[in-house]
């Protein structure tokens, strides 16, 4: 089972920036899609942004043109860099890979019970 650990969460006023960055070991890193799900107060966990392996990319309506996904296969790390940030992208980060090897993007953003492991998370709290 793959190895997770999310960093750079933390608390930011509304308009600032904040970059996440994961860590994955364990597994063939360059196989599978990865990427980045938040869950808020109240709310279910939902994916907003993911890449496949050949750096394919799906994001969410409410993150399009501000939040960017990117890996680096050699480095075995997917980074979500957050501009523009608004109270409402408040909530825990989590970090995610795909459970089918040369998954998609989307699949692993929309399909329900594609994660096959989840890292801690990170709390991410924007004030207005």
């Known amino acids: 089972q793959a190895q997770i650990v999310e960093s750079g969460g933390g608390v930011v006023q509304a308009g600032e920036s904040l970059r996440l960055s994961c860590t994955m070991s364990?597994?063939?890193?360059?196989?599978?899609?990865v990427g980045w799900f938040r869950q808020a107060p109240g709310s279910e966990r939902e994916g907003i942004a993911c890449?496949?392996?050949?750096?394919?990319?799906e994001y969410a309506d409410s993150v399009k043109g501000r939040f960017t996904v990117a890996r680096d296969n050699t480095r075995n790390t997917v980074t979500l860099q957050m501009n523009n940030l608004k109270p409402e992208d408040t909530g825990m980060y989590y970090c995610?890979?795909?459970?089918?090897?040369?998954?998609?993007?989307?699949?692993?953003?929309?399909?329900?019970?594609?994660?096959?492991?989840w890292g801690q998370g990170t709390q991410v709290t924007v004030s207005s």
């Open positions: 364990g597994l063939t890193f360059d196989a599978f899609a």
């Open positions: 890449i496949s392996r050949s750096s394919v990319t």
């Open positions: 995610a890979v795909d459970r089918t090897v040369m998954g998609s993007s989307w699949s692993l953003c929309t399909v329900p019970g594609r994660v096959a492991s």
